[in-house]
Nanobody
Framework: QLQLVESGGGLVQAGGSLRLHCVAS????????MGWYRQAPGKQRELVAT???????NYADSVKGRFTISREDAKNTVYLQMNSLKPEDTSVYYC????????????????WGQGTQVTVSS
């Protein structure tokens, strides 16, 4: 069964840093685009950063210059380095991946992790 598992969240003071990890496991033929999204209480889920299979990146304006997304395909892992954290970054962070599996090599499906809480205190 294919799954994404995030880790690395926690409580940090404003100005601090955290590094999120997301590992994909299962019958993976190819990892395509991957990304991080976040959802604060009472708000819609929003894009934080994405990275293509060719390592092209895209960031929300609110995190540009502070967050860095990267991937390590040999480990089926995507990372989010978060620096200069602000209280408004407090959210549940979700990993997303578009994955081609061995049984459906002509297409890709969208997968989500269970989320990891990031709390930034002022």
């Amino acid at each position: 069964q294919l799954q994404l598992v995030e880790s690395g969240g926690g409580l940090v003071q404003a100005g601090g840093s955290l590094r999120l990890h997301c590992v994909a496991s299962g019958s993976i033929f190819r990892l395509n685009a991957m990304g991080w999204y976040r959802q604060a209480p009472g708000k819609q889920r929003e894009l934080v950063a994405t990275i293509t299979s060719g390592s092209s990146t895209n960031y929300a304006d609110s995190v540009k210059g502070r967050f860095t997304i990267s991937r390590e395909d040999a480990k089926n892992t995507v990372y989010l380095q978060m620096n200069s954290l602000k209280p408004e970054d407090t959210s549940v962070y979700y990993c997303n991946a578009k994955i081609t599996t061995w049984d459906m090599r002509g297409t890709q499906r969208n997968y989500w992790g269970q989320g990891t809480q990031v709390t930034v205190s002022s």
